[in-house]
C-alpha cells in the first residue's frame, strides 16, 4: 500500500523568504502526484499536477519538482506572502484512480 | 465553466442514522470521487464512479455507498452512522485518464455525529 510522508508537519516563516516543502512515497511506480493547498474547514484547491513522465511544473511563484526513483516530491513557493498561510498537502496516484495523501504541511507565513 | 458543488455544506446526525451526501461534478468531467478527512488527517480515498459504475474503492465498510448519474453527480450514502463517521467529506471530479487525471475538489460536507 501507498504510504505517503510529509516534512516537516509544520512551518513558520517570515514574510519574503523562499521555502521548501517536502513529500515522499514509498511506492515509486506512480501515475501522477498533485499538490493541493487547503484552508482552514475548507475543501483542497489544486496547485499543480506532475505526471509520472515529467520532472517539474511551475505556476507563478509555486514550483514542484517529482524524483520517482527517489519516491520524493517538493514545492518551492518563492517570495512568500501572509496569504500563502494554510495547510499543504500532496497526493499521489498508482493508477490514475485512487489518491493517497499525506498528512500534510502547515505553512504560516508571518507580516 | 462552473466548479464542484456538494450539498449539504453542515449536517448533524444521531449514531445509527443514514446521511446521504450529495456533489456536482465539474462541467465536462465524468468521473466522482468521494473521500473523508478527519480532523488534522489527510483525506482518505473512499470510492470512485466513474460513468455511473464503482471504478476502485478503499478500505471502508459496505455501510458506505454511492451512486453517479448520468449528468455524473454523485451521491454518497452512508448507513448506521458511527461516532468515527464525523469528518469532512469531499468530492472530487476529474476527467477519466485526460489532462493527467487532475482531480477538482469541493467545498466539501461537514459531518458531525452525536
Known amino acids: 500500500k501507498q504510504e505517503v510522508t510529509q516534512i516537516p508537519a509544520a512551518l513558520s516563516v ?3 523568504e523562499n521555502l521548501v516543502l517536502n513529500c515522499s512515497f514509498t511506492d515509486s ?3 501522477n502526484l498533485q499538490w493541493f493547498r487547503q484552508d482552514p474547514g475548507k475543501g483542497l484547491t489544486s496547485l499543480l499536477l506532475i505526471q509520472s513522465s515529467q520532472r517539474e511544473q511551475t505556476s507563478g511563484r509555486l514550483n514542484a519538482s517529482l524524483d520517482k526513483s527517489s519516491g520524493r516530491s517538493t514545492l518551492y513557493i518563492a517570495a512568500s506572502q501572509p496569504g500563502d498561510s494554510a495547510t499543504y498537502l500532496c497526493a499521489v496516484s498508482n ?3 485512487q489518491f493517497y495523501f499525506g498528512t500534510g504541511t502547515s505553512l504560516t507565513v508571518i507580516p | 465553466e462552473t466548479g464542484v ?3 449539504p455544506t ?12 450529495r456533489c456536482s461534478s465539474q462541467s465536462g468531467h465524468n468521473t466522482v470521487s468521494w473521500y473523508q478527512q478527519a480532523l488534522g488527517q489527510g483525506p482518505q480515498f473512499i470510492f470512485q464512479y466513474y460513468r455511473e459504475e464503482e ?7 459496505p455501510r458506505f455507498s454511492g451512486l453517479q448519474f448520468p449528468n455524473y453527480s454523485s451521491e454518497l450514502n ?3 452512522l458511527e461516532l468515527d463517521d464525523s469528518a469532512l467529506y469531499l468530492c472530487a471530479s476529474s476527467l477519466a485518464f485526460g489532462q493527467g487525471n487532475e482531480q477538482y475538489f469541493g467545498p466539501g460536507t461537514r459531518l458531525t455525529v452525536t
Open chain 2, 55 to 61: 471504478n476502485g474503492r478503499g478500505n471502508f465498510p
Open chain 2, 78 to 80: 452512508v448507513n448506521a
Open chain 1, 29 to 31: 511506480a506512480i501515475y
Open chain 2, 5 to 7: 458543488t456538494q450539498s
Open chain 1, 95 to 97: 493508477t490514475g484512480n
Open chain 1, 14 to 16: 517570515p514574510e519574503g
Open chain 2, 10 to 21: 453542515h449536517l448533524i446526525k444521531t449514531r445509527g442514522q443514514q446521511v446521504t451526501l
